[in-house]
């Protein structure tokens, strides 16, 4: 299943300070579909047919029972209280959710003003719970679903949340947003059934993920959307707006200082309070964004005591950059969580619609190049760890040679994937001394050869057209270039001749969308429960869809064949080989030059906050959505009261 940004935005505050998930509009995944919990009641007044049930899961069963009183992993006693504020990076134009990353830079936190109709829990693998929705109802062939809305749902000017409401949304996301268009396009309609119910009817049956894809869908109002904005001006929901929107969520927004802060307070008489999916989340009286154009200048602000809580991300930071007197004095905290939740493939990213990145032999002979051990060892503190999977620190990652139902899944579309995946297993190029560094760009200039390309005059030419061989790599963040940099001089001993160019946000998002780039990082994070988002990251129909995240340009029939395997897969242990089915593949194209990860998620904070005992095993820090303040510790540490 996807990770959703509003399930990154409420488990983490690294959605809001790591650009590069952005895209992803991610989070915790696991909303794929399933089997779900037996014995759930049925709503009263419900009409004979399949089964009611609070929640969903893919496959098995879930965790809490419809009676349940809250997750494990909350306090249900959190004082309500205080305020968080939390960095940000760039800018914003946008408070438009639906065309968020299609037009504009949509601000941070904005989906915290709506609910979903299902809520994922922390703790489980793709498992989701009612939230907007008391009731989910599917047959056994998962040809359609239906949502039954609670009765007590309410926008924050007190009308009541509608079947309407939620046909609207759907339509909305789906005509105006192309990855939702592409998510959903299985999806044939949306159309309201009952009084409080909406039933989602799929192409095809046998799609197990299709009924949790749509309880991932942020509800709007309607009847706001189609109103006036205080100068008489009709909304458009397809257009970006600076108008602060009406929700339904916890929280709604205070107040902006256009591009450069968002400040969220939490509804008091907020409808879904009570809920047991909401009990012991959403703590804070305030929450606010504050957006930083530099790194090195965010990093001073939270030393300063302007930010409450950092999500650090650069290995030189957290080595050197918090040898200061509060964190000596414990009252800046530094801790790191393990991610369980994600999988990650970050890599340098070839455009292959273009001709100079068509051959894999050439796409190998840059990760031949590509000296990681001596730039862990230079810039990063030894602290990273090379990717080798499209689902690295998952049990998804494929590895040495496939086995079992893996095999046999690769077996039945042998004639479409390259035959080296039966007997090659995957490796990075491994250098970290003169004799390996050598010895990799030897086996480079060897595939360069194969290729077509000869080095003419110190300088690589393509032996067909003459033309020299030159690459651009595009960036948005200048934090980049220093690794970029590092791995230039390597290409050019292979007579490359390179650039590297650095944007801003919009520039970048404007050039990913008409699909303007040679070479770029880009980030995949994966879920425990991949489905169809595979379909936007790596199928033949999204690589011509502007927007997608099938940024390498891939169209090959073997892959498609294995995400359909992947979505269709009928048990946990089908998922799992099927997965690594597609991995193997993926990496036996050579679409990209994987770089790098760490398998924590670092933080620093100024000791204000409390947190359950027990932390959510998939929930990474989950700042800010279990924690609370703490105003003893605040008391103790200082600063702002």
Same mark, same amino acid.
């Given at each position: 299943?996807? %990770?959703?940004?509003?399930?990154?935005?409420?488990?983490? +505050?690294?959605?809001?300070?790591?650009? +590069?998930?952005?895209?992803?509009?991610? /989070?915790?995944?696991? %909303?794929?579909?399933?089997?779900?919990?037996?014995?759930?009641?049925?709503?009263?007044?419900?009409?004979?047919?399949?089964?009611?049930?609070?929640?969903?899961?893919?496959?098995?069963?879930?965790?809490?029972?419809?009676?349940?009183?809250?997750?494990?992993?909350?306090?249900?006693?959190?004082?309500?209280?205080?305020?968080?504020?939390?960095?940000?990076?760039?800018? !914003?134009?946008?408070?438009?959710?639906?065309?968020? /990353?299609?037009?504009?830079?949509?601000?941070?936190?904005?989906?915290?003003?709506?609910?979903? %109709?299902?809520?994922?829990? %922390?703790?489980?693998?793709?498992?989701?719970?009612?939230?907007?929705?008391?009731?989910?109802?599917?047959?056994?062939?998962?040809?359609?679903?239906?949502?039954?809305?609670?009765?007590?749902?309410?926008?924050?000017?007190?009308?009541?949340?509608?079947?309407?409401?939620?046909?609207?949304?759907?339509?909305?996301?789906?005509?105006?947003?192309?990855?939702?268009?592409?998510?959903?396009?299985?999806?044939?309609?949306?159309?309201?059934?009952?009084?409080?119910?909406?039933?989602?009817?799929?192409?095809?049956?046998?799609?197990?993920?299709?009924?949790?894809?749509?309880?991932?869908?942020?509800?709007?109002?309607?009847h706001w959307w189609e109103g006036t904005d205080a100068s008489g001006k009709k909304r458009d929901v397809g257009a970006?707006?600076?108008?602060?929107?009406?929700?339904?969520?916890?929280?709604?927004?205070?107040?902006?200082?256009?591009?450069?802060?968002?400040?969220?307070?939490?509804?008091?008489?907020?409808?879904?309070?009570?809920?047991?999916?909401?009990?012991?989340?959403?703590?804070?009286?305030?929450?606010?964004?504050?957006?930083?154009?530099?790194?090195?200048?965010?990093?001073?602000?939270?030393?300063?005591?302007?930010?409450?809580?950092?999500?650090?991300?650069?290995?030189?930071?957290?080595?050197?950059?918090?040898?200061?007197?509060?964190?000596?004095?414990?009252?800046?905290?530094?801790?790191?969580?393990?991610?369980?939740?994600?999988?990650?493939?970050?890599?340098?990213?070839?455009?292959?619609?273009?001709?100079?990145?068509?051959?894999?032999?050439?796409?190998?002979?840059?990760?031949?190049?590509?000296?990681?051990?001596?730039?862990?060892?230079?810039?990063?503190?030894?602290?990273?760890?090379?990717?080798?999977?499209?689902?690295?620190?998952?049990?998804?990652?494929?590895?040495?040679?496939?086995?079992?139902?893996?095999?046999?899944?690769?077996?039945?579309?042998?004639?479409?994937?390259?035959? /080296?995946? !039966?007997?090659?297993?995957?490796?990075?190029?491994?250098?970290?001394?003169?004799?390996?560094?050598?010895?990799?760009?030897?086996?480079?200039?060897? $595939?360069?050869?194969?290729?077509?390309?000869?080095?003419?005059?110190?300088?690589?030419?393509?032996?067909?057209?003459?033309?020299?061989?030159?690459?651009?790599?595009?960036?948005?963040?200048?934090?980049?270039?220093?690794?970029? $940099?590092?791995?230039?001089?390597?290409?050019?001993?292979?007579?490359?001749?390179?650039?590297?160019?650095?944007?801003?946000?919009?520039?970048?998002?404007?050039?990913?969308?008409?699909?303007?780039?040679?070479?770029?990082?880009?980030?995949?994070?994966?879920?425990?429960?991949?489905?169809?988002?595979?379909?936007?990251?790596?199928?033949?129909?999204?690589?011509?869809?502007?927007?997608?995240?099938?940024?390498?340009?891939?169209?090959?029939?073997?892959?498609?064949?294995?995400?359909?395997?992947?979505?269709?897969?009928?048990?946990?242990?089908?998922?799992?080989?099927?997965?690594?089915?597609?991995?193997?593949?993926?990496?036996?194209?050579?679409?990209?030059?994987?770089?790098?990860?760490?398998?924590?998620?670092?933080?620093?904070?100024?000791?204000?906050?409390?947190?359950?005992?027990?932390?959510?095993?998939?929930?990474?820090?989950?700042?800010?959505?279990?924690?609370?303040?703490?105003?003893?510790?605040?008391?103790?540490?200082?600063?702002?009261?």
């Amino acid at each position: 299943m996807r %990770l959703t940004r509003r399930d990154l935005i409420r488990s983490t +505050a690294l959605a809001a300070a790591a650009p +590069a998930l952005a895209p992803l509009a991610g /989070g915790q995944a696991g %909303l794929v579909q399933g089997a779900l919990a037996q014995g759930a009641a049925a709503p009263q007044g419900a009409a004979e047919g399949p089964p009611w049930r609070h929640g969903l899961s893919l496959f098995g069963e879930l965790k809490y029972p419809p009676a349940f009183k809250h997750f494990d992993y909350v306090n249900p006693s959190a004082p309500k209280a205080g305020a968080a504020r939390m960095s940000a990076f760039g800018t !914003f134009d946008n408070l438009n959710t639906v065309v968020a /990353g299609v037009k504009g830079s949509i601000a941070g936190g904005i989906d915290l003003v709506y609910d979903t %109709l299902m809520v994922s829990a %922390l703790d489980e693998v793709s498992t989701e719970y009612g939230l907007l929705a008391e009731a989910v109802s599917h047959p056994d062939d998962f040809a359609f679903v239906t949502y039954r809305l609670r009765a007590g749902a309410r926008w924050h000017d007190g009308k009541p949340v509608t079947p309407e409401d939620v046909i609207f949304s759907f339509d909305a996301f789906k005509t105006n947003h192309p990855q939702y268009a592409a998510y959903w396009r299985h999806v044939v309609k949306a159309e309201k059934t009952g009084a409080r119910d909406v039933t989602f009817t799929f192409d095809a049956p046998g799609n197990r993920e299709l009924p949790q894809i749509v309880g991932q869908l942020s509800v709007l109002p309607k009847h706001w959307w189609e109103g006036t904005d205080a100068s008489g001006k009709k909304r458009d929901v397809g257009a970006t707006t600076l108008e602060l929107p009406l929700g339904c969520g916890a929280y709604k927004i205070k107040g902006i200082d256009p591009g450069r802060a968002i400040t969220f307070e939490r509804v008091k008489d907020y409808w879904g309070r009570d809920l047991p999916v909401n009990i012991g989340r959403d703590n804070f009286d305030e929450l606010r964004f504050e957006y930083f154009r530099d790194s090195t200048v965010a990093l001073e602000a939270f030393k300063a005591d302007q930010m409450d809580w950092r999500s650090e991300n650069s290995a030189k930071n957290w080595a050197t950059a918090y040898d200061t007197p509060a964190v000596r004095e414990k009252r800046i905290v530094l801790e790191e969580f393990p991610v369980r939740n994600v999988g990650v493939m970050q890599a340098f990213a070839f455009n292959i619609r273009r001709d100079k990145f068509k051959d894999a032999r050439l796409r190998r002979a840059f990760n031949f190049a590509f000296d990681f051990e001596e730039m862990n060892k230079q810039i990063f503190f030894g602290q990273y760890k090379r990717i080798a999977s499209y689902f690295e620190g998952t049990e998804l990652a494929s590895s040495g040679l496939p086995e079992g139902r893996e095999r046999e899944i690769l077996e039945s579309v042998k004639d479409k994937i390259p035959a /080296g995946v !039966f007997t090659t297993p995957y490796t990075n190029p491994a250098g970290g001394n003169p004799e390996a560094v050598r010895a990799n760009l030897r086996e480079a200039t060897r $595939l360069l050869r194969e290729a077509g390309y000869e080095v003419k005059n110190q300088k690589l030419i393509d032996a067909r057209t003459g033309e020299p061989y030159t690459v651009e790599f595009l960036a948005s963040d200048p934090n980049s270039e220093r690794f970029v $940099l590092f791995y230039k001089p390597s290409l050019e001993r292979l007579g490359i001749t390179v650039s590297v160019r650095t944007v801003d946000d919009a520039q970048y998002e404007n050039r990913m969308r008409q699909w303007d780039f040679d070479i770029t990082t880009s980030v995949w994070a994966e879920s425990l429960s991949p489905g169809n988002e595979q379909r936007g990251f790596w199928g033949s129909q999204a690589a011509d869809q502007p927007g997608s995240r099938n940024l390498i340009g891939i169209k090959d029939a073997g892959i498609d064949a294995l995400i359909d395997q992947v979505i269709y897969a009928k048990s946990r242990a089908d998922l799992v080989a099927a997965t690594r089915a597609l991995d193997r593949v993926l990496l036996a194209h050579n679409f990209v030059v994987p770089q790098w990860t760490y398998g924590k998620a670092r933080t620093a904070r100024w000791d204000r906050f409390g947190r359950p005992d027990k932390m959510p095993e998939y929930g990474m820090a989950a700042f800010p959505t279990v924690w609370w303040w703490d105003a003893a510790k605040a008391a103790k540490t200082g600063g702002r009261s």
